[in-house]
């Protein structure tokens, strides 16, 4: 009977560690991300508005002025919310177009949420949020297949401190090409 007990705490304990360990979902399932850094923070490259350094060029071809939204790789979103905003569609929409214009060319969007709710609750509202903007691009005509999801929930904040400034930072969809 010991030995029954032993074993139970065992599996107890595995089942408990497991439960901790920090997993991205990407399409609505639980994956392994190989592109997280060595320190869990995003690879993006996006400044705190969303673009990349303000320098108008981006890195993979595309370009325009700090004003345009394709400029923009950021979608924020209000608290407990997927639904986009006037700025969130106009941003989306520039990139579907450039995705429209750009027969190979497909993209990632990473689903954020602040770190409010329980590690479940932000993983599906992540998940949630890349969903809407990529619906938003498949109503401009983009084909599915090009429009790739996952969710990071509260997994990795660009702003770490506990207030709404950093809250409102981490509610996000990330808009990353080439992957």
């Known amino acids: 009977m010991r030995k029954v007990n032993t074993i139970v705490i065992l599996l107890a304990a595995a089942l408990a560690l497991a439960a901790c360990k920090r997993t991205p979902v990407q399409d609505g399932v639980a994956v392994d991300d190989a592109s997280m850094g060595a320190d869990g923070a995003s690879s993006s490259g996006l400044g705190a508005d969303g673009s990349m350094s303000g320098t108008g060029f981006n890195g993979d ?71 809407s903007v990529g619906q938003f691009m498949q109503a401009m005509g983009v084909q599915s297949g090009r429009v790739r999801t996952v969710s990071y929930g509260e997994e990795r904040p660009v702003a770490l401190g506990h207030d709404e400034s950093a809250w409102s930072l981490n509610r996000r969809v990330e808009i990353l090409y080439g992957n």
Do not use: C, W
Not at 64 to 72: F, I, N, Q
Not at 99 to 114: C, I, K, M, R
């Open 61 to 131: 071809g595309m370009s325009g002025a700090d004003g345009d939204p394709l400029s923009k790789r950021v979608v924020y979103f209000e608290y407990d919310s997927s639904l986009l905003s006037p700025e969130g569609q106009a941003i989306a929409e520039a990139h579907a177009n450039y995705l429209l214009s750009n027969p190979g060319v497909s993209l990632v969007l990473e689903g954020h949420a602040d770190e409010r709710g329980t590690r479940e609750y932000n993983l599906a509202l992540g998940e949630d949020r890349a969903k």
